[in-house]
């Protein structure tokens, strides 16, 4: 069993109801005996949905299943199960989707274009249905409105902690509430990774407009964490509004780029950043959380290429991950991601220390200053490139012993 | 100190002698005192050079005055130090090449535009040429035809084996001699990482027949392998070809397209392919040589930049150093490649073993089978992407815990 991470919150969020949402989790016995690995939530009617999905050229059965059905954007069920991520699985993982949308429309009471799907785990191991489909009636009777913890657990892989986020913000004066639930750990990368993000609003917002607010955002939130560079075959994330505000007054909006949007779409990206730096909080093995911050980049593109280009770099991982304030890998890393750098004009800063100045390291720059900031938990490593003015954040953790522990024995 | 690599030679190859190159080595006590770090090579005049330099944009002092000139590719001596890479140490660094060139063009009577110069080790601390030009004049008395593992020895960094490689070929029937050494270990990527390979050849070849020749064949060589993604700042790839051998009647040859290069030019690929997996198989921590074929690509590119996501992806790798047959992270690094594949005729082989076929687990596919083969020291993983008939293949090795104590404490 894998360490708890270091970053575990010591208690965790509670979430309040959204109005419409109603969630039920079980173990259904798909990997693990006795862990809750299945998850159902059900919508009233009329909830809309907007979603991200993994850019794989080897996505999962169930990733299909969604991209499909996200056209038309209305949902009434959710089914994820965690033990098996039916990827890999030919025409035997195309008919357990099927099957489990089928028997969850039964039990939702709804067409299965409106039931949504994902399955996190093992890659290529076939996905038996028979397993946990009979279950989905149990769970759509015990469905409740306050059942997030369990729900955040049954989606757990080799996550450490349950990861749950809210927020509250306002659509033309009316109270609005936003909740998530994430899984991370491993294979999480530029790409969204092995994770899946469920998110959870009484906004009434049509589906054309609820992608058009949802999918920028994941750029600054879920694609701009990396664990090990590793993308997933199965990430997803999915918003779900199910409009139960317009019972209090709020409006039914058709647009996304309105301003009335503009307070949730502030709390959806805060509550989406925070469940994206649970996830990097909880990458396999970590023993430090790491902000690289580039500035001074020709584009935004430029300055995200060079921030995950030194976030994934096995050799700053390790550096980090042994408090050694190495620098020098850093420019290594600035320079092998092949963007527009002006190597003289080079800065770089650990936290408030100035480390390196004009292409070389800064004259009042001394190592044991730098050795004393790389000890603390939480690190931030900025890097002026100094061609531009465009600039990137990424978030990532250290690469540790750990990271390896976990990842040469997951299947034994 | 690390332990020595389970690849490494029971006995060093001895390396004839190739006429017109001279070797010396000694420790200057630039990082590890006692340690042999400085290298000179001497060449007899008329000697051509060609070679291959790191793309990272922020290229340390020495590769910049190599570019400069490779231009008009002529030779008389090569100067190499270990134990601090002379990159990004800004003007400093500039004027401690200035200044080796000066004194190397000294010992070896000949223009300051005929010495060529690497550095290899710490990024970002200064190099003090005062450490090692007093030395010159010595190593330049000194130098031996015979002394190739002394000059192989000098390079080293982090290796645990000095990497040494002869062939023979004939150009016009007149027997020629090709030598290499190189230093690998860390920082090994696509882009030759910290790689140093330095190649003596007796052949009579003209600059931009030379590069001609050798230029292509790095792809398939040094830009072949992979040991942690990470490219550095001062790769460098140099051929040095003396003419000696016009002595024994061999022609000088003035273009590189020519058929009576054929020998020379596979005699070439082998001695630096050979160099190539010494490098990768003193990657650091490694224990086990993987070879990544893949075929069945849209182009070569396409093949070349899939295998190097397979290479490349911390969780194959680790999988490998667990000696678990996890083909589902396989089909993972291929859908997070980008390039064109079709999942649904997805193939992959361990050796002779089919695991997957037809975009899923293969019928007969058993994991014990895939367990046993696991448990070898050199794995052979084989994917077919089934939409066309390019190919290529990578080479690395596995991401063990040795590779992550090594990393974390090189400062230290």
């Known amino acids: 069993m894998a360490k708890i991470s270091p970053f575990a919150p010591q208690a965790l969020t509670e979430l ?10 079980c173990a259904a016995g798909i990997r693990h005996p006795g862990r809750t690995d299945l998850l159902l939530a059900l919508f009233e009617p009329a909830t809309t949905v907007a979603g991200v999905l ?6 999962s059965a169930a990733v299909e299943w969604c991209r499909a059905h996200l056209k038309h954007g209305m949902a009434r069920a959710l089914v994820v199960n965690s033990g098996n991520a039916n990827a890999f699985t030919g025409l035997r993982g ?13 039990v939702a009471e709804c067409l299965e274009t409106d039931v949504y799907i994902a399955s996190t785990g093992m890659i290529g191991e076939p996905l038996d249905p028979d397993k946990f489909v009979g279950l989905l009636s149990d769970l759509a009777r015990d469905a409740a409105p306050d059942a997030y913890e369990a729900a955040a657990r049954a989606i757990m892989t080799t996550d450490t902690y349950p990861k749950l986020a809210t927020g509250k913000c306002e659509i033309d004066g009316v109270e609005i509430t936003i909740n998530g639930i994430a899984k991370g750990a491993g294979m999480i990368a530029p790409d969204m990774a092995t994770m899946l993000a469920f998110l959870f609003t009484d906004a009434a917002i049509e589906p054309a407009a609820l992608h058009e607010v949802m999918a920028p955002l994941v750029t600054d939130s879920f694609n701009a ?3 090990d560079s590793d993308t997933s075959t199965s990430d997803t994330a999915l918003l779900f509004a199910t409009g139960a505000s317009t019972r209090h007054g709020a409006p039914r909006i058709a647009r996304g780029d309105v301003p009335r949007l503009e307070s949730f779409r ?11 730096h649970q ?4 990458g396999e093995g970590l023993s430090k959380f790491v902000t690289v911050k580039v500035t001074g980049a020709a584009t935004k593109d430029a300055a995200r290429v060079i921030a995950k280009s030194i976030a994934n ?42 480390v390196a100045k004009d292409g070389e390291m800064a004259p009042g720059y001394c190592e044991q200053d730098g050795a004393k900031y790389m000890k603390r938990q939480e690190i931030e490593i900025t890097v002026d490139v100094g061609v531009g003015d465009a600039s990137a954040t990424i978030w990532t953790c250290d690469l540790t ?7 040469a024995d997951y299947r034994s």
């Open 16 to 25: 309040p109801v959204v109005d419409g949402v109603r969630l039920a989790a």
């Open 54 to 59: 993994t850019t794989s050229k080897t996505a």
């Open 94 to 106: 195309r008919e357990a989707v099927v099957r489990t949308a089928h028997e969850a429309a039964d």
């Open 225 to 227: 964490i990396t664990v």
């Open 266 to 276: 502030a709390c959806l990206l805060e509550v989406m950043t925070n469940l994206a």
């Open 279 to 282: 996830i990097v909080k909880d």
């Open 313 to 354: 770099s096995p050799l700053v991982k390790t550096a980090i991950a042994g408090e050694d304030p190495n620098w020098g890998r850093v420019v290594m890393a600035v320079g092998k991601a092949g963007e527009a750098a002006d190597r003289d004009k080079l800065a770089i800063r650990f936290g408030g220390i100035e």
């Open 401 to 407: 012993h750990d990271y390896i522990s976990i990842n």
